[in-house]
T-cell receptor
């Protein structure tokens, strides 16, 4: 039962353009959402998060949008830079299952082309 | 502060053998998490400690798996009688507050291969 889904395994974007990574979830009890970035041979690195009481959170080039009615969130990166090439994971937490238990999606490999 | 440290980085073992991994969290982080990641998947939660107390465990953590954090500092994850399905990257993370803070950090992981 995949509660958090990233349906695009890969995405290729031109440098300077906008990258949009999508994530869908099924559990309506999720109340906190996070995006992580992972380079090869390294652990995931926290990027940005959003609480379910908000619909947008922005941090520099990164913006996360949350659409609770559609159970959908997206990460926008603008402008995209070559160093953004990595695997991106979205994750969610459910206070009922345990707030410390993050549920991750399968990841999307982002490639920024020069 | 050198971040979350995991040892070994790689481990190859024969099926049926026991293995133990170690995680040294960032000093003064009282929360420690273990996750497992298989190829093409995101990390899956295994267990969580607050100080030395193991507060949450996943159903993925079968009887062959045991995790400890004896003094509330480093943690060990032991897998007994390893099976080929145990082959994965085992990730440790630590934080002083809950998820969503930039203070939650992952280690580089231990890659286990069971042959």
């Amino acid at each position: 039962d995949q509660q958090v889904k990233q349906n695009s395994p890969s995405l290729s974007v031109q440098e300077g353009r906008i990258s949009i990574l999508n994530c869908d979830y099924t559990n309506s009890m999720f109340d906190y959402f996070l995006w992580y970035k992972k380079y090869p041979a390294e652990g995931p690195t926290f990027l940005i998060s959003i609480s379910s009481i908000k619909d947008k959170n922005e941090d520099g080039r990164f913006t996360v949008f949350l659409n609770k009615s559609a159970k959908h969130l997206s990460l926008h990166i603008v402008p995209s830079q070559p160093g953004d090439s990595a695997v991106y994971f979205c994750a969610a937490s459910d206070p009922i299952q345990g707030a410390q238990k993050l549920v991750f999606g399968q990841g999307t490999r982002l490639t920024i082309n020069p | 502060d050198t971040g979350v440290s995991q040892n070994p980085r790689h481990k190859i073992t024969k099926r049926g053998q026991n293995v133990t991994f170690r995680c040294d969290p960032i000093s003064e982080h009282n929360r420690l998490y273990w996750y497992r990641q298989t190829l093409g998947q995101g990390p899956e939660f295994l267990t969580y400690f607050q100080n030395e107390a193991q507060l949450e465990k996943s159903r993925l953590l079968s009887d062959r798996f045991s995790a400890e954090r004896p003094k509330g500092s480093f943690s060990t994850l032991e897998i007994q009688r390893t099976e080929q399905g145990d082959s994965a990257m085992y990730l440790c993370a630590s934080s002083s507050r809950g998820w969503g803070d930039t203070e939650a950090f992952f280690g580089q992981g231990t890659r286990l291969t069971v042959v």
